[in-house]
């Protein structure tokens, strides 16, 4: 399951395309995207004309990657535009929203922090700085990721998170670190019973600022995986 900050602050996923270069210390991936109407996510309810036009980048150095053991730094950036334009003579409301449920949940189970979908947003913009490494077994990794919100008859918003995790393989096996994608992969089992991996992860997600009050969360995941 992904982090409370990754879900909440993530762009809403479209119709678009994307360019990738990669070599074997770095990787950068470029992509444009809009989102279909009537779109409805944890992070999005299209409305009312307010569909986006999405860009991405991201970008990361990877200056040890070899025999199991990398090391990754990375960043990357979204700007979003939103449709400020009213409607029937009303402010076009119905729009993104940054929201997450916990990291672990049942299939009903609701938003615990949600700023909801009338922010009134112009265009925003996000950042996110991310450090991660790999020596066999153990992976570590930690991110800060922040938004900023421009609004429309409304005072601009500032809504931030960070995770920090690390897991370790029990049976000795290492994840495939992809630097195509700067991603840590899957564990392939040495044993005919399978790999055993323990992993924990800390995170915190705020979206209280101004008047938005959408709540602050913080998460501890623990998990035993079964390869």
Not at 10 to 31: D, F, K, Q, S
Not at 171 to 190: A, F, L, M, N
Not at 191 to 204: H, I, L, Q
Not at 214 to 220: C, L, S, T
Request: charge should be neutral; aromatic fraction near 10%.
């Amino acid at each position: 399951e992904r982090s409370l900050p990754v879900i909440a602050l993530r762009p809403c996923m479209g119709i678009g395309g994307r360019i990738t270069n990669w070599g074997e210390h770095y990787g950068l991936t470029v992509a444009s995207a809009t989102v279909p109407h009537n779109q409805n996510r944890d992070t999005a309810v299209i409305k009312h004309g307010s569909d986006r036009f999405t860009n991405t980048v991201r970008g990361y150095v990877v200056p040890i990657n070899h025999d199991n053991k990398v090391l990754q730094f990375g960043i990357s950036g979204v700007y979003a535009d939103n449709n400020p334009d009213y409607r029937n003579g009303l402010p076009n409301e119905d729009g993104r929203r940054f929201a997450t449920r916990p990291e672990v949940k049942a299939r009903n189970t609701p938003n615990m922090v949600d700023s909801g979908n009338r922010l009134r947003i112009k265009y925003y913009t996000e950042s996110a700085f991310e450090l991660s490494g790999q020596n066999g077994p153990l992976v570590m990794g930690i991110e800060y990721l922040q938004a900023s919100i421009h609004r429309d008859f409304a005072p601009n918003l500032f809504f931030d998170g960070w995770h920090a995790q690390v897991s370790y393989v029990l049976t000795g096996e290492s994840r495939i670190y992809k630097v195509k994608t700067g991603t840590y992969g899957q564990i392939i089992p040495k044993c005919p019973y399978g790999a055993f991996e323990v992993a924990a992860r800390y995170s915190m997600v705020n979206l209280n600022d101004e008047d938005i009050h959408g709540g602050k969360e913080n998460n501890v995941t623990l998990a035993l995986n079964w390869i």
